[in-house]
Every structure is written in C-alpha cells, then in structure tokens.
C-alpha cells in the first residue's frame, strides 16, 4: 500500500502562485508515475500533470507554460508549482501514483490523495 498526503492549497488571487506537495509512503517502490488531477463540480476529474520516476512529464493544455511539475525521488514528493493561475483553475486537486505511466494518465491510478483544495478569485 501506498499513502500520499497533499498540501499547499488555498484561496490566491488571479495571476498568484501556489505549489503543492503530495508526500508519497509506505510500498514506494511500486511507484513509477506520480501525478495531479483536479475536479470541480458537476465535472470528471482531468489529468493536470504526471511525471514519470525517470523524469518524463506530461501536462493539459490548459496548464503548459504556467504549471511545471517536479519530484524529489529522494523525499518520495512530488511537487506542482502553479503560475499564473486562472478562475477556471479552481477545483479540488488530487495527488495520484501507480506503477505504470499509462494507467495514471488514463484516470485509473492505483492510489490518490485526499484531495486539496484550491480557489482562485477573480
């Protein structure tokens, strides 16, 4: 079993910057991909980034050139360093991990977060 713990959210005002931290523990070894994903209301929740255990990134559209995702292999941490953040990037963001790339990418991971959320005003 894997335990991830998020933190860093809050309230920012268009245009500010957050970073969140999800603290993976536990069976880390059978970590290979790490991600974030956020849900609003009424809406599924959407892949934001994923980084892979080599360094491998992927990222929505809606998010290039504003969010950047790192990890500290060493810390078991993953971090989204979030820039330039938009009303629409309001939601609940949910740190994710699984063995394999493809299946966080596709929404399945095994293991997520509790969640943090985050609210951008106008």
């Known amino acids: 079993q894997v335990q991830l713990v998020e933190s860093g959210g809050g309230l920012v005002q268009a245009g500010g910057s957050l970073r969140l931290s999800c603290a993976a523990s536990?069976?880390?070894?059978?970590?290979?991909?790490m991600g974030w994903y956020r849900q609003v209301p009424g809406k599924q929740r959407e892949l934001v980034a994923a980084i892979t255990s080599g360094g491998s990134t992927n990222y929505a559209d809606s998010v290039k050139g504003r969010f950047t995702i790192s990890r500290d292999n060493a810390k078991n941490t993953v971090y989204l360093q979030m820039n330039s953040l938009k009303p629409e990037d309001t939601g609940v963001y949910y740190c994710?991990?699984?063995?394999?790339?493809?299946?966080?990418?596709?929404?399945?991971?095994?293991?997520w977060g509790q969640g943090t959320q985050v609210t951008v005003s106008p």
């Open positions: 536990g069976s880390i070894f059978s970590i290979n991909a």
């Open positions: 994710a991990a699984d063995g394999r790339e493809q299946t966080l990418l596709n929404g399945r991971s095994e293991y």
